[in-house]
Structure formats: structure tokens, C-alpha cells
């Protein structure tokens, strides 16, 4: 019997390839169903399904926002920040204020970081690459500063640059604790309930399977590792992919919601969003 094919955009970061290790690899049994890896950078992600391109996938929650209408959050996938995530790194010491005369080098306007950016300095002067140019971008001085997702994060002292802001501090302390919201999983409405329970079950899985095989898992995410030791990769992973990629619980859920209100109110999004996730 011939399987229905998903396709399922994914970021080709250590995250996601250990949150998809069991998907990928045929771990666990979807029955009927199998899924077709999309490994994109995450912003042609955001446009894509803002497209209306792909089955299921991993976007920034900002982007969610212009994605309401044609897609439904799952409950479990999430990245998030607790205390940490995106910063702005620049060659030399400065201010937040030296950053506002700078150009700063951002991974797309509708990852959350650029909004989280938008939200702590209002308008600044920016200048788009994808995300894991911005480092190489800001070390050979091509731009003035950068700001940087995913391993990134941990990467960027090798090259001799300095922290300018850290993104998910300033969430934390703006918000009195709430973990900072970068992206999520997202599917289809047009699946109907039955069919996204289903769907959602074996994506949840699979997280799951990671978190109880982590060995295996990040040994399959190290070929995404981009120059990261196993134990870097180990430490990267285990920043985003946790109890809260579970499932968002209601502390993560309340931080989506205030991030994208807050975007609202202050005129980045250009409506409400209506936050639902499915089952």
C-alpha cells in the first residue's frame, strides 16, 4: 500500500535535526504516512508556508502571525529561551545606543529575533543575510554588527567578537521570567482535527525518541554541526530541545502570547493574532 508523503521544512541546524532524528531515520511507525524532509534556512521556511508550500513546518513565531489563517500551531516543537537566545555581536565593544547608528546584519524579518530586536530598539539599520553567514559577515568587518540564531549563539567568541545584547536576558527581565519565544511547529488547518491529532502524535514522538536516545540523535545532528564539537552540538541541543519542546505548557503558551501582542502594539505585526493550537 502505497504511503501518503508529508513534506515537513525543518531547519538544517542541530535542534531540529535531533527533534526529527526519529522521523528521519524511521524510529518509530507513522502507519500509512511518511514525511518528506524540507531542509531550508528558517526564513525561506517563513516564506514558503506563507506560501502555503509545505505540510508541516518549523516557523518563527513571529511569522506565525501572517500564518493564522492557513496554519495551526502544534503544541510540542518549540524553541525557546529560557534566560538566553538570539544576541547582537559586534567586532568591538559598544552600546546599545552605538548600535542604533550601525548596520546590523539579521537573518530575515520574520524570524522572531528580528522582531525581539524591533521590540527592545525600535528602528534600526539592517541589512539581511542568511543565518549562518552573519558571523563570517561581522568577523571580516562586511557589516557592523550582527544578529545571530542558533549555534551561533555559542560559536561567536572563536571569532573574536563581543556580546553586544542578548535577546533572551532582556526578554526575561521585561517579562519578570518568561522564556523567551523563537519558533515553533506548524501545520495545515485544511488537515482537518482527526488527520493534525494523528500527525501531531508522531512529531511529538519523535521528540520524545530524541530526548530518551540522545546519543544516537545527536550523533545524527552533529552532520549539521557546522564546526561544533559533540559536546558543544550535546550543549546546543539541550538548550532548545527540552520539557518545553514537549509541550509549550502554560507558561510558554503566555509567551507566545505576549510576544505577538506586544509586536501588535507596537505596530510590527500589522494586526491581533488569534493564537491556537491544535490538539
Same mark, same amino acid.
Given at each position: ?37 524540507? &531542509? ?13 508550500? /509545505? ?7 513571529? +511569522?506565525? !502571525? ?7 500551531? @502544534?503544541?510540542?516543537?518549540?524553541? =525557546? ?5 538570539? =544576541? ?13 547608528? $550601525? ?6 524579518? =520574520? ?7 524591533? /521590540? ?15 558571523? *563570517? !559577515?561581522?568577523?571580516?568587518?562586511? %557589516?557592523?554588527?550582527? &544578529?545571530?540564531?542558533?549555534?551561533? *549563539?555559542?560559536?561567536?567568541?572563536? @571569532?573574536? @567578537?563581543?556580546?553586544?545584547?542578548? &535577546? ?9 521570567? &518568561?522564556? /523567551? ?16 491529532? $494523528? ?17 544516537? +540523535?545527536?550523533?545524527?545532528?552533529? *552532520?549539521? !554541526? ?14 532548545? %530541545? ?13 509567551? %507566545?502570547? $505576549? ?13 491581533p493574532v488569534n493564537l491556537e493550537f491544535s490538539a
Amino acid at each position: 500500500m502505497a504511503k501518503e508523503i508529508l513534506t515537513l521544512g525543518h531547519s538544517p541546524d542541530p535542534d531540529d535535526a535531533f527533534m526529527f532524528y526519529a522521523l528521519a531515520k524511521h524510529r518509530i511507525d507513522t502507519g500509512d504516512l511518511d514525511f518528506e524532509h524540507i &531542509l531550508q534556512d528558517i526564513e525561506t521556511l517563513n516564506l514558503r508556508a506563507m506560501r502555503k508550500e /509545505l505540510d508541516i513546518t518549523a516557523v518563527s513565531i513571529h +511569522a506565525y !502571525a501572517y500564518l493564522q489563517d492557513a496554519y495551526v500551531l @502544534l503544541p510540542h516543537g518549540a524553541s =525557546m529561551g529560557e534566560g538566553y537566545g538570539p =544576541m547582537v555581536v559586534a567586532r568591538d565593544e559598544m552600546s546599545i545606543d552605538d548600535l542604533r547608528s $550601525r548596520i546590523i546584519a539579521v537573518p530575515g524579518v =520574520m524570524t522572531s529575533a528580528f522582531l525581539e530586536l524591533k /521590540l527592545m530598539m525600535g528602528n534600526f539599520k539592517f541589512t539581511v543575510l542568511p543565518f549562518d553567514r552573519i558571523l *563570517q !559577515a561581522v568577523a571580516e568587518g562586511l %557589516v557592523d554588527a550582527g &544578529l545571530i540564531i542558533h549555534e551561533g *549563539q555559542l560559536t561567536f567568541g572563536k @571569532l573574536g @567578537l563581543h556580546q553586544i545584547v542578548n &535577546l533572551g536576558e532582556w526578554w526575561r527581565d521585561r517579562t519578570g521570567g &518568561l522564556p /523567551l519565544p523563537l519558533g515553533g511547529n506548524a501545520i495545515r488547518r485544511s488537515f482537518g482535527p482527526e488527520k493534525i491529532a $494523528r500527525v501531531s502524535g508522531f512529531l511529538k514522538d519523535s521528540i520524545v525518541y530524541g530526548l530518551e536516545h540522545r546519543r544516537e +540523535a545527536v550523533e545524527h545532528a552533529m *552532520q549539521y !554541526a557546522r564546526d561544533m564539537t559533540t559536546d558543544l552540538a550535546d550543549e546546543f541541543v539541550g538548550m532548545y %530541545v527540552n520539557e518545553r519542546t514537549v509541550d509549550y505548557g502554560d507558561e510558554g503558551r503566555e509567551a %507566545v502570547h $505576549r510576544l505577538l501582542d506586544e509586536g501588535f502594539r507596537a505596530g510590527i505585526i500589522p494586526g491581533p493574532v488569534n493564537l491556537e493550537f491544535s490538539a
